[in-house]
């Protein structure tokens, strides 16, 4: 874990990758928890009991505890992915599943909206919905049905465990799938501007340090340095060219960005 990054730090990086949908949101809560921790924290010194306790004490009495604490586990489960953890701290916090309206029948009778997407997320997200659907879901629902047999659900820790993956599990699944369903896959080879598909180099001007991204379509998997068409960053650098100098609002202030190489890898 080369590179140790502050909170603070790593907060301003995240949400300038999140969807422009849910920024206000993220960078509220984030802030919170941020200002909670510590921003000078390094992100590999926080611990498992103050994820805990930062649940306890801000979100686990409210009545929007979902809307508080869900950005804070996508937060902690991007650092993970980022090999900046070495456990995924955000599966220390529990989200409960909010009930959801269907919508008019005259509404679920119309298409998907298309769903720009790359030709190497495509294929991540192929894979990840096999493996779920063929190995993951089966393997927890033969743990539910084990931790069933002891038909003490009052005290039993493991049916609570295997009963809340298998719901993220299936949600996941239904997730990916309205993706894929909806999938445009969009292949190029240009590097003459930012699109989708690309990896581009910025240099911070505050800063003076570089960051990379590639740019990935809306519900692909981010992975390491992956940001999405839809969120700030995305949004500022799309169809910018070599040179070009951006600015992103983020919860630390404005940054500017000067574009300093397109490539396809």
Request: net charge positive.
């Amino acid at each position: 874990m080369d590179n140790i990054q502050a909170v603070g730090q790593a907060i301003s990086r995240y949400i300038a990758a999140v969807e422009l949908a849910d920024r206000d949101i993220s960078a509220r809560e984030l802030s919170k928890f941020g200002h909670w921790l510590g921003m000078d924290t390094p992100v590999n010194r926080i611990t498992t009991e103050q994820v805990f306790r930062y649940q306890e004490e801000f979100a686990a009495s409210k009545a929007d505890a979902n809307q508080r604490l869900a950005p804070v586990k996508a937060f902690l489960a991007s650092l993970h992915k980022q090999k900046a953890t070495e456990v995924n701290l955000g599966a220390s916090i529990r989200v409960r599943r909010a009930y959801v309206r269907r919508a008019p029948t005259r509404f679920r009778d119309r298409p998907p909206e298309p769903i720009l997407i790359t030709e190497e997320g495509h294929a991540r997200l192929t894979a990840e919905l096999k493996d779920l659907d063929e190995r993951v879901r089966p393997e927890v629902t033969e743990q539910l049905r084990s931790a069933a047999a002891d038909k003490d659900f009052s005290e039993n820790a493991p049916y609570s465990a295997a009963k809340h993956k298998l719901s993220e599990v299936r949600t996941r699944i239904n997730r990916i799938r309205r993706t894929l369903n909806a999938a445009s896959i969009q292949v190029g080879d240009s590097t003459d501007v930012v699109e989708l598909g690309v990896v581009v180099t910025l240099r911070n001007l505050i800063e003076d340090e570089p960051v990379e991204y590639q740019i990935v379509g809306a519900g692909e998997p981010l992975g390491h340095g992956g940001v999405s068409v839809k969120s700030p960053v995305g949004r500022a650098v799309l169809e910018k060219r070599v040179g070009d100098v951006v600015e992103v609002e983020t919860p630390m202030g404005l940054h500017r960005y000067r574009i300093e190489k397109i490539e396809r890898r």
